[in-house]
């Protein structure tokens, strides 16, 4: 609007310079015509400009005019119509070979760790979709090659759009407690079975979390304190607990359901790693506890191994 008024009053103090081959009378409301279809194509012979001034104008004014007008206009059709098509095209894409992927809702601190660490574990980024409302988040997210989708997570719409229902697991780092639990709920309602990892600031918040429907919470406060804590009993006990966690340490821990060929054998005679945990029917068993001493199939066995081992 600022260019065409440039022009506009150019032409309309120079008037005249310019000649109506209509009626020999150049009114605003000729100016007004002249200057719009000047500036959107090369006009139509009706009014020209017929001084030196005039013609200078156009020239060197009206014609740059022109370009960033059309520059501008193509920017913004790009902007709203092209960009929304070419997005659109894309994620219908995107969804029709979505399986097993791992949606991450909010990209904040936590959200940016998580999907950075999925990736160092070896999670192709083509596997990974991250759900946030802020440009900036999603910005930096497709930096790293993984799926986007601007939009708000708590809205049934939103995750019916990146598939949850097929993917491997959600996790929820909102960054607010309130949001994540709404999430939680809005993912637990879609997807029943998959499985829902949530950042948790306030403990208080945690039962409210679980009862959301998350199958795992997690309090970047109190894991701080439990590394705190476990360091002075001992100094190597918190270097051992970050070494399990990250992914460049020496060991790892590994999930995996039970072999036929472990069965009946017990939990320590185990060659695949270090057997810590066993979950049957939804109980934690030890393997301090006699339960241990002998594997049943669907059993779930939690074992420690060296990283590079890891599948």
């Not at 000729?30 to 500036?39: A, G, N, P």
């Not at 104008?57 to 022109?66: E, H």
């Not at 960033?68 to 960009?83: E, H, K, M, N, T």
């Not at 393997?287 to 594997?295: D, G, N």
Request: proline share 4%; net charge negative.
């Amino acid at each position: 609007m600022a260019l065409i008024g440039i022009a506009l009053a150019g032409h309309w103090f120079d008037r005249d310079g310019l000649r109506d081959n209509i009626d020999g009378r150049v009114s605003f409301a000729d100016v007004l015509y002249f200057t719009m279809i000047t500036v959107t194509t090369v006009g139509y012979g009706d009014i020209v400009p017929v001084t030196v001034h005039a013609r200078l104008f156009d020239t060197f004014v009206v014609t740059p005019i022109r370009l960033f007008v059309w520059l501008i206009f193509l920017g913004s059709a790009y902007d709203f119509l092209f960009r929304r098509v070419w997005d659109g095209w894309r994620m219908r894409v995107i969804q029709q070979r979505l399986e097993g992927h791992v949606v991450v809702a909010g990209y904040g601190t936590s959200g940016v760790e998580a999907v950075a660490e999925l990736i160092r574990r070896g999670a192709p980024p083509a596997m990974i979709v991250v759900v946030d409302e802020r440009s900036a988040a999603i910005e930096a997210a497709e930096k790293l090659g993984v799926n986007v989708l601007q939009g708000d997570a708590t809205r049934n719409a939103t995750l019916e759009a990146v598939r949850i229902t097929r993917a491997k697991a959600v996790i929820v780092a909102a960054g607010r407690d309130d949001t994540s639990i709404l999430i939680l709920l809005t993912a637990r309602g879609l997807a029943p079975n998959v499985p829902l990892s949530v950042v948790i600031r306030s403990e208080d918040n945690e039962p409210l979390a679980r009862q959301a429907g998350a199958t795992t919470v997690i309090n970047p406060a109190s894991f701080a304190g439990v590394l705190l804590a476990g360091s002075t009993h001992g100094e190597h006990l918190a270097d051992y607990i970050a070494d399990l966690a990250a992914h460049g340490g020496r060991v790892a821990l590994h999930e995996r359901d039970v072999t036929a060929a472990e069965v009946g054998k017990a939990l320590s005679q185990l060659t695949t790693g270090l057997g810590v945990r066993i979950h049957r029917g939804g109980r934690a068993i030890g393997f301090w506890e006699p339960a241990a001493q002998r594997l049943e199939a669907g059993d779930c066995i939690v074992e420690i191994v060296p990283s590079e081992r890891m599948p």
